[in-house]
């Protein structure tokens, strides 16, 4: 990759399982590279985590046990939340998603600056799967989730 773009990132694929499953298993993946592999950061899929834990979108526990936990792995480079959104809850109150979205949103840039290099929420569009679009159907922002997550 980097004989084609001497400037590209490589971050690893994101990784599920949480804290202690998914962080073992980023170790594991991440030894069993070639030796000459260079990665720029360790993506993440942190579901079911947030600010506050025990409410409605935080079920699988505190964020930090995540961001603390991943960070041990390359102590020297950026995570990457390369998904993260409510899942399976379409018709939940749209203020109550942005609360969720935003609050995690300004926890993790306080908590830990230049830390995460990138949060990228799922889904971009209502009816992708099973997430909490940005849009709808159509492409049309679904307010307040949209107009709040892209000001955090």
Same mark, same amino acid.
């Given at each position: 990759?980097?004989?084609?773009?001497?400037?590209?990132?490589?971050?690893?694929?994101?990784?599920?399982?949480?804290?202690?499953?998914? /962080?073992? !298993? &980023?170790?594991?993946? #991440?030894?069993? %590279?070639?030796?000459?592999?260079?990665?720029?950061?360790? $993506?993440?899929?942190?579901y079911g985590r947030g600010p506050v834990?025990?409410?409605?979108?935080?079920?699988?526990?505190?964020?930090?046990?995540s961001i603390q936990s991943y960070s041990?792995?390359?102590?020297?480079?950026?995570?990457?939340?390369?998904?993260?959104?409510?899942?399976?809850?379409?018709?939940?109150?749209?203020?109550?998603? /942005?609360? !969720? &979205?935003?609050?995690? #949103?300004?926890? %993790?840039?306080?908590?830990?600056?230049?830390?995460?290099? $990138?949060?990228?929420?799922?889904?971009?569009?209502?009816?992708?799967?099973?997430?909490?679009?940005?849009v709808d159907r159509q492409g049309n922002?679904?307010?307040?989730?949209?107009?709040?997550?892209?000001?955090?």
């Open positions: 990759i980097r004989s084609s773009d001497g400037d590209v990132r490589i971050i690893t694929g994101g990784h599920t399982g949480g804290p202690v499953f998914g /962080a073992q !298993y &980023a170790r594991e993946t #991440i030894a069993a %590279l070639p030796s000459d592999v260079r990665l720029d950061g360790i $993506a993440l899929h942190p834990p025990g409410e409605r979108y935080t079920v699988f526990g505190h964020i930090d046990d041990q792995i390359l102590p020297d480079k950026p995570l990457w939340l390369t998904e993260w959104g409510v899942l399976d809850r379409p018709d939940d109150p749209a203020q109550d998603i /942005a609360n !969720y &979205a935003t609050h995690f #949103i300004s926890y %993790l840039k306080a908590r830990y600056p230049g830390r995460i290099a $990138a949060m990228l929420w799922y889904a971009w569009a209502q009816g992708m799967h099973n997430g909490y679009g940005l922002p679904r307010p307040p989730l949209t107009e709040r997550f892209l000001l955090a």
